[in-house]
């Protein structure tokens, strides 16, 4: 398993943004893949995005599809997950994970074995 790390979490108001990184000790995570999880309020944790190595495939949930960007950068080997016009309904605890196989295409179904620990994001007025 690789060691997974997020970082960006926090409160915001309606409308806001903010940028979730994820890094991977040992290894550049962009050349692995990574996706995007959360876990709202007395919800299951659910897939929001996830993007391929070498990015040429990235997938994103329905539900913040033209409001989340996925994206990696090679150079400080870290995928960031870039979310605008958040609303409440996207509360809860976001996961990034990876796994030890590259992710060469992504899609909602794939299975990831190596999970961070997960970072708060409060969205309220």
């Known amino acids: 398993q690789i060691q997974v790390v997020e970082l960006g979490g926090g409160d915001v108001q309606p409308g806001g943004s903010l940028r979730l990184s994820c890094v991977a000790v040992?290894?550049?995570?962009?050349?692995?893949?990574a996706g995007w999880f959360r876990q709202a309020p007395g919800k299951e944790r659910e897939v929001i995005s996830c993007?391929?190595?070498?990015?040429?495939?990235?997938y994103y949930a329905e539900s913040v599809k033209g409001r989340f960007t996925i994206t990696s950068d090679y150079a400080r080997k870290t995928v960031y997950l870039q979310m605008n016009n958040l609303k409440p309904a996207d509360t809860g605890i976001y996961y990034c994970?990876?796994?030890?196989?590259?992710?060469?295409?992504?899609?909602?179904?794939?299975?990831?074995?190596?999970w961070g620990r997960g970072t708060r994001v409060t969205v309220s007025s």
């Open positions: 994970a990876t796994r030890s196989i590259i992710i060469k295409s992504c899609a909602a179904g794939i299975r990831y074995n190596s």
């Open positions: 993007i391929s190595t070498y990015a040429d495939s990235t």
């Open positions: 040992g290894v550049s995570l962009p050349e692995y893949g």
